[in-house]
């Protein structure tokens, strides 16, 4: 079996909550992050792996 290679498109997954204050106003922040409008912080959130198993 061949893996097909990746293209390096990344796609922003909508994120329901802050990971440091837990509230829900959130907006796209640049090309790939998340701002909270709470407290005031940028971050990004990335899918590493699926609980798939080859």
Known sequence: MTEEP???RTR???VFHCP???DEDLTPHEDEGWRCGAC?????VR???TGVQE
């Open 20 to 22: 440091y204050c837990g």
């Open 47 to 49: 899918l590493i792996a």
């Open 6 to 8: 990746t293209s390096g």
């Open 40 to 44: 005031l912080r940028a971050f990004s």
């Open 12 to 14: 922003q997954l909508p």
